[in-house]
């Protein structure tokens, strides 16, 4: 029996009980009202959060309108989303050479960052950040988010999954910021490697650069580590 869309199925043979993980798929624009909350309710209590949405009270309402403006206007255009069908949570890719915002799209984030109350520290931390993203070319993982009910049931890990496999058959590197030490142990395990530490500016909270190598042992597909980069930019 399954016991949730995320959680435990019963295997009736064997008597042992096995983690049930969705099928992970692409996310589609009718996803977006699902999501949002969801993202929202998963980093109400992240420090980096905490530090550019002080007001407690209307934090998650103010996530949740960040996390439609991000999806609807960088990670669904210009980049990946992944989720699975409960919409519980997701992950948002860059492919390599994303072009940045924009300027209709950065007056769209400054409204939010405004009504957050805090968009001189956002300001400062996202340039902070974009300065210190690696040369090289890479998949950047812009955010992670999983409900906080459905955590620790194995779907963070397969919402990461297929760009991860894309990087090891293209050999490419990819990249993120962990908001807590925590994290990098989930990010560890699918091969990250921390390379930084940094305070965000204005006496935030520490953030964790973390660069993963491709996997060598997976057989290349395509000629060139480019292909497929393309076209969802
Ligand atoms: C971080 C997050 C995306 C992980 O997703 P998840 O579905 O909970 O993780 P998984 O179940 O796939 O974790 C697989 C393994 O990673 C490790 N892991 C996951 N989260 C961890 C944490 N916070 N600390 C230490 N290890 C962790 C565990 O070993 C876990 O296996 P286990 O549960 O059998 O011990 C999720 O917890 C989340 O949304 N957190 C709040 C938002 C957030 O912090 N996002 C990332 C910002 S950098």
């Known amino acids: 029996m399954i016991l949730g869309c995320v959680g435990w199925s019963d295997d009736r043979e064997t008597g042992r009980y096995h983690r049930f993980v969705p099928e992970v798929r692409r996310a589609k624009l009718e996803d977006v009202p699902f999501l949002a909350p969801s993202?929202?309710?998963?980093?109400?209590?992240?420090?980096?959060s905490s530090f550019l949405i002080p007001n407690a009270a209307r934090r998650e309402a103010i996530l949740g309108e960040f996390f439609v403006v991000q999806l609807t206007r960088t990670y669904l255009p210009r980049g990946e989303v992944y989720t699975a069908d409960?919409?519980?949570?997701?992950?948002?890719w860059l492919p390599p050479r994303s072009a940045l915002p924009r300027l209709r799209d950065q007056l769209v984030y400054l409204r939010v960052a405004l009504a957050a109350g805090g968009w001189r520290r956002t300001r400062r931390l996202?340039?902070?950040?974009?300065r210190l993203r690696p040369a090289t070319e890479h998949y950047?993982?812009?955010t992670i988010g999983i409900a906080?009910?459905?955590?620790?049931?194995g779907l963070g890990g397969a919402l990461l999954r297929p760009v991860l496999a894309r990087c090891d058959a293209q050999r490419l590197g990819a990249y993120l910021e962990s908001s807590t030490e925590g994290n990098t142990h989930f990010y560890a395990q699918l091969g990250f490697r921390v390379t930084g530490e940094i305070a965000a500016p204005g006496g935030g909270p520490r953030l964790w650069l973390m660069w993963?190598?491709?996997?060598?042992?997976?057989?290349?597909?395509?000629g060139s580590p480019r292909s497929g980069a393309e076209g969802t930019g």
């Open 212 to 222: 993963r190598e491709p996997d060598s042992a997976v057989p290349p597909v395509g």
């Open 148 to 153: 906080p009910a459905h955590q620790r049931h």
């Open 86 to 92: 409960n919409c519980v949570g997701a992950s948002m």
């Open 140 to 142: 950047y993982l812009g």
């Open 126 to 130: 996202s340039v902070t950040l974009q």
């Open 39 to 48: 993202l929202a309710s998963a980093f109400v209590n992240d420090p980096v």
